[in-house]
């Protein structure tokens, strides 16, 4: 006989409560197309696409299924708490499925369903727009999802990444969650989010980061530490790379990469040291994901026969 | 007879991409038909952003049955012949027929079902298809041999007379379903025959017709823009995008804050259009209003909901538009500009900043020579100097398109004189064949100075266009810098202007000399003498030895720059052909205006073309150039080189231009005289056709010269037209090629003295016809 749940979860109330909608998305997500829920990933980063679950997992035959949400770091976007719609932190949910799956609009339009989207209450588009990363040597093509006019999410096919054709192919979904948090509640400004349904806003929980961390990024940082530490993430990733475990080369070069937007918002990269600056970078990422598909190449042979690289 | 009806069903199809899908369609298709010897009575397409769709009236069922008959060897040959032959034909001998005395081999080819053919051509026109990009998916994608599409493909229907026409491309086979519209129509859509398509998916949610939806938007956004009491601001771009974007198109009016009016009209219209598009209206007055209107894709349960959303994203928009305005306008013109020193230009080429200054220079040059007319140089430097400031400011950043106009906006708030504004707003003018032509004198000279400054530098450092290749467009600069000097009327000297620019800076930079290498130092800059701004400046004095190296290295880059000169001014006369083309001028009369070489004065060279081209088309000028042919052709077949033979046999036109010393000069020019002055005196008494030529010439000669002095080309034209009579008389009664070789020798250079008159006007032997 089995015993009684000690806890039953609460109704989820995604159109009012931000904290719902992301675990309505992950409720979602963990039944229809089998994915695994990852935690974010534990490093600064301008975008969910730098997890390993994404660009890592795209490489290579396995299938792969996973959905996580991912703050994102964009220092020179940081506006004192003041701008309603402009951070210089926020979250991500990026959903990652590869061989991308034949229902895979079809899916991603329920799940808008799952927070209260209705497609015949709202005016739902695709709209061209195709990806291009070349730090990280991968481009795709997909859409920007519009809701009424508004961008909620980008919608990738990826064809390559770290310079190798993706075989399969992954779809990849990136959701603006306080954008569609803001629209699903019907607020004007991001800090007038209902963080939870007991009155907790997302100013309470950000505001003040925001302010802080605005001003560290564009005024307090130490630049000559900053320059520092990124000469020591390109020079670890190298090291990482010559010690064959690529991985930990990747974190170095989301590394530099975060440490380089941080030196562009303090405003100490001239025009002509930017393209430098961001050819390291590239250089780092690309050689990362080159070495991990090359190291794991042997694996994936041996276990899809047929399958090459390149 | 039967229609057909194929429909590509796929994931959202860019908007853009489809007109050309259409007609790509169509052309592969009618092609393989075409490889079977098929024909449509006629072909439909339609795009919509999920479906590809095609309809064929009236197929034949089948593809005629043919008779191939190959001709083999005659009765009697041998019989290696034979066999051979029936080896390549793959008959036996007694399936051959005999004909004349000569084997023949008949196969008879029965006629293939029409839906066989199809079904093949299909999965190939599938495979063949030019999408601009296109992409892999799925589970078959573990290998780069999966198939391509724009976006991966869900769905083939392929119906004959209304029977599915079996084929299958990469696992997905033909079948007579479909999807209506994605949120309207659930389930799949049975297509019963092509003859029912576009109205089963219409009950469906889904117009078919692209030039429908079209005119849904187009008409739909008039509509409720006119029950606003507002005139909607038609842009065919937005319709057919729009068009593009939806399956079932509604047309929705919204309203935004009016303080965002504040902002220029420019800016929001762009900001709707480029980033949400959006329609924009005005009022009654004309002027902008508070109003945009957005093309849903659904009937919206309660619409307003939806045009709420679409504010919203707009406000946010305009919001960030506005801080840029506001931005913007804390820092003066003339800060902004300082930013450009930052901003490389070209890596060979310096920064924007530099360019910057090398404009205002040319531009200040341009007023104060009075090339171009009642420009005050002061006014010309400030608005060149600013012209580029725009394009570090926010705005500029974020709408690329608005440079120029934000400039021109910028300055006038911040008070600077209304020509200095024009100037800076219109400065990129004019853009292409069709675009309006500054007038305002200082708009003029900076946008002529900043166009001449793009060409040469680009030219100086050798990237000129080749082909399809443009990358700094200038062909469009050069058209632009045509269209401004005609356009104005402006009397520019190309080459001096061209050349100043290329080549006084090698010089500027050194100034001060010693006395004693002064004679060398004029000659060896003496050819580039026109080239400098100020001719004072070419009187250079050399120091020291150290300078006689430099200018050693110089004078061989100055020489090259020369070069560059002449390539530049051909570079012109292509385009000015191909700009006069579609004015309906003859690229052969400007070849022949160019062909006489040291004319860079565009509008006088055109007023010389059109005069030409109003002569040849006359009967004297027809008449005159018949005369003209007949002797060059003489001139040419006796080998005529002239008094000056032993010159020409150089190979160079310019008895100077193997003379570096200029006072040679007077010396052989007094030389050439004595040889004139013999050459004149005859030893004959010239029969009077010949008399008549001579007096004629003795007078035209002057006159045609002084028309030429004068431009006045009509007049140059009709005196050549007095040459017309006495050159025919000439030929109906004088012997050229006399026996005796005095009256042949003045017969000839008689000729030539006729043909030289003429060059005076044009080189005729350019001339076609």
Known sequence: MNAAPLFTPAQRDPARSFQDMILTLHDFWSQHGSCVILQPYDMRMGAGTFHTATTLRALGPEPWNAAFVQPCRRPTDGRYGENPNRLQHYYQYQVILKPSPPDIQELYLKSLGAIGIDPLAHDIRFVEDDWESPTLGAWGLGWEVWCDGMEVTQFTYFQQMGGFDCKPVAGELTYGLERLAMYIQGVDNVYDLAFNSSGVSYGEVFLENERQMSKWNFEVADTDALFDLFAKAEAECRNALAAGVPIAAYEQAVEASHVFNLLQARGVISVQERASYMGRVRDLARSSCEAYATKMTPEWEAKYPGWSLV | ?769
């Open chain 2, 1 to 769: 007879m039967a229609d057909f009806l194929l429909e590509l069903r796929c994931e959202e199809i860019p908007a853009r991409m489809q007109p050309k899908a259409k007609e790509d369609l169509a052309r592969l298709f009618g092609d393989a038909l075409a490889k079977a010897g098929l024909q449509a009575a006629s072909l439909e397409t339609f795009a919509t952003p999920r479906r590809l769709a095609l309809i064929a009236k009236d197929l034949p069922l089948a593809t005629l049955a043919v008779s191939e008959e190959t001709k083999g060897p005659k009765v009697g040959a041998p019989p290696q012949a034979l066999e051979g032959f029936l080896r390549k034909v793959g008959l036996s001998a007694e399936q051959l027929v005999e004909r004349d005395g000569v084997y023949f081999a008949v196969v008879e080819k029965p006629g293939r079902d029409t839906a066989e053919v199809l079904a093949e051509a299909i999965p190939a026109i599938i495979r063949a298809f030019p999408w601009p990009k296109s992409m892999r998916w799925g589970a078959g994608s573990i290998t780069t041999e999966s198939l391509r599409w724009v976006r991966p493909l869900s769905g083939i229907i392929a119906l004959l007379d209304g029977a599915v026409v079996p084929c299958e491309v990469d696992g997905i086979a033909s079948g007579r379903s479909t999807m209506g519209h994605r949120f309207h129509h659930s389930g799949p859509v049975e297509i019963a025959d092509a003859g029912t398509y576009i109205e089963t998916l219409r009950a469906a949610h889904v117009i078919v017709h692209f030039s429908e939806r079209c005119r849904i938007i187009r008409d739909g956004a008039a509509k409720v823009a006119a029950e606003a009491g507002l005139t909607l601001v038609a842009d065919e771009g937005l319709v057919f995008e729009n068009a593009g974007l939806t399956e079932w198109p509604v047309p929705l009016l919204g309203r935004f804050d009016e303080t965002f009016l504040d902002v220029p009209p420019e800016v929001i219209q762009l900001t709707a259009r480029v980033n949400q598009k959006y329609f924009v209206c005005e009022d009654a007055s004309g002027k902008l209003a508070n109003a945009f209107v957005c093309t849903a894709n659904i009937d919206a349960i309660d619409p307003a909901v939806v045009v709420d959303g679409n504010r919203k994203v707009l406000a946010a928009r305009l919001s960030d538009a506005r801080f840029f305005w506001e931005q913007d306008q804390k820092t003066s013109l003339g800060e902004h500009a300082k930013k450009l020193e930052r901003i490389t230009f070209h890596e060979k080429l310096g920064t924007v900043a530099d360019k910057v200054e090398r404009v205002a220079k040319l531009a200040e040059w341009l007023a104060s020579e009075g090339i171009v007319p009642n420009c005050d140089p002061a006014l010309a430097r400030q608005a060149a100097e600013l012209c580029k400031a725009d394009l570090v400011t926010e705005m500029v950043g974020e709408f690329p398109e608005l440079q120029g106009l934000m400039g021109g906006y910028y300055a006038a708030k911040e008070g600077l004189p209304q020509e200095v504004s024009d100037a800076i707003r219109d400065h990129y003018k004019p853009v292409g064949q069709g675009d309006d032509v500054p007038h305002a004198p200082v708009t003029v000279a900076v946008s002529l100075a900043d166009k001449l400054d793009t060409l040469t530098q680009f030219y100086k450092i050798g990237q000129v266009p080749t082909g399809s290749k443009d990358p700094f467009a200038l062909r469009r600069a050069a058209l632009a810098i045509i269209q401004l000097l005609s356009g104005n009327g402006l009397r520019l000297p190309l080459r001096q202007t061209i050349g100043v620019e290329l080549i006084a800076p090698l010089f500027a930079k050194v100034r001060v000399f010693g006395e004693n290498e002064r004679v060398v130092a004029q000659s060896m800059i003496a050819k580039f003498r026109d080239f400098m701004v100020d001719p004072a400046s070419a009187e250079l004095q050399i120091r020291d030895a150290e300078f006689t190296e430099l200018l050693k290295e110089m004078v061989p880059e100055a020489r090259r720059r020369k070069a560059v000169v002449e390539e530049l001014l051909d570079f012109f006369a292509d385009r000015l052909k191909v700009q006069q083309r579609e004015a309906g001028v003859r690229h052969d009369l400007i070849d022949a205006v160019f062909a006489l070489g040291g004319e860079d004065d565009l509008v006088r060279l055109l007023a010389r073309v059109h005069a030409l081209q109003a002569f040849v088309s006359t009967e004297d000028g027809t008449n005159l150039l018949a005369g003209y042919k007949r002797a060059a052709n003489i001139l040419k077949k006796e080998d005529w080189r002239g008094i000056e033979g032993e010159i020409a046999l150089t190979g160079e036109e310019d008895p100077l231009a193997m003379v570096d010393d200029p006072e040679l000069a007077p010396v052989i020019a007094a030389k050439m005289a004595d040889r004139h002055a013999a050459a004149s005196t005859r030893s004959y008494t010239p029969e009077p056709a010949e008399q008549a030529l001579i007096s004629a010439l003795e007078t035209a000669g002057p006159a045609v010269r002084s028309a030429i002095e004068d431009e006045d080309f009509d007049h140059a034209m009709r005196v050549l037209a007095s040459l017309r009579e006495p050159i025919d008389t000439f030929f109906e009664n004088v012997t050229v090629n006399d026996a005796d070789a005095n009256k042949r020798a003045a017969r000839l250079a008689l000729l030539a003295a006729f043909r030289d008159a003429v060059h005076r006007v044009a080189d005729f032997s350019r001339i076609e016809g």
